[in-house]
């Protein structure tokens, strides 16, 4: 089975700053890499898809990229909305594996 | 508009049995593979189950495999887990979601809400 992993496991960042978290597959994945954004209490937001395809409504500050077992999700300017933890997850075959997650939070 | 609204959940006893529900509104139900993703109290996302639109084809976390069982009734647009054999690592809440598309290779875009499964005496 694929195993995912996450880094860094948390963050704290400021306003405006850019923030980038990696997400690596076991072995390679394609680009069947997904991210999605669970705030507290709340149920889990589909980011992006297909490594880098912006899921519609999602803000511009969000983008996805890297392709094989190397991925990134990159906010291009922290805004305090943005408070979630992050996790990717591979969709192409089962298990349908998750990462660990990413905490990130406002300095 | 899309609606997943999962119900069942509750207090079990360690061995017990659970059927969880995930009645599904707004799409062709029947035309979408769905799935049923759980998280334990504090924790992350861990995928448990997955079936396709005609039901003929599920998949299992190795966690559940063989204690666990999906299924789905197109004509009442309902997903279903049943849960048996249930253990405290068990405990979490169960989300359903859909593929955002027909292919074996899409996402999940829409999820429910969950709901609470706790396996204590």
């Known amino acids: 089975d694929i195993q995912m992993t996450q880094s860094p496991s948390s963050l704290s960042a400021s306003v405006g700053d850019r923030v980038t978290i990696t997400c690596r597959a076991s072995q390679g994945i394609s680009n069947y890499l997904a991210w999605y954004q669970q705030k507290p209490g709340k149920v889990p937001k589909l980011l992006t898809y297909a490594a880098s395809t912006l899921q519609s409504g999602v803000p511009s500050r969000f983008s996805g990229s890297g392709s094989g077992t190397d991925f990134t999700l990159t906010i291009s300017s922290l805004q305090p909305e943005d408070v979630a933890t992050y996790y990717c997850q591979t969709y192409n075959s089962a298990p349908f594996t998750f990462g660990p997650g990413t905490k990130v939070d406002i300095k | 508009e899309v609606q997943l609204l999962e119900s069942g959940g509750g207090l079990v006893q360690p061995g017990g049995s659970l059927r969880l529900s995930c009645a599904a509104s707004?799409?062709?139900?029947?035309?979408?593979?769905m799935t049923w993703v759980r998280q334990a109290p504090g924790k992350g996302l861990e995928w448990v189950s997955i079936?396709?639109?005609?039901?003929?084809?599920?998949h299992y976390a190795d966690s559940v495999k063989g204690r666990f069982s999906i299924s789905r009734d197109n004509s009442k647009n309902t997903l279903y887990l049943q849960m048996n054999s249930l253990r405290a690592e068990d405990t979490a809440v169960y989300y359903c979601?859909?593929?955002?598309?027909?292919?074996?290779?899409?996402?999940?875009?829409?999820w429910g809400q969950g709901t609470l499964v706790t396996v204590s005496s």
């Open positions: 707004g799409f062709t139900f029947s035309s979408y593979a």
């Open positions: 979601a859909k593929r955002s598309c027909g292919s074996p290779s899409c996402p999940f875009d829409y």
């Open positions: 079936i396709s639109g005609n039901g003929y084809t599920t």
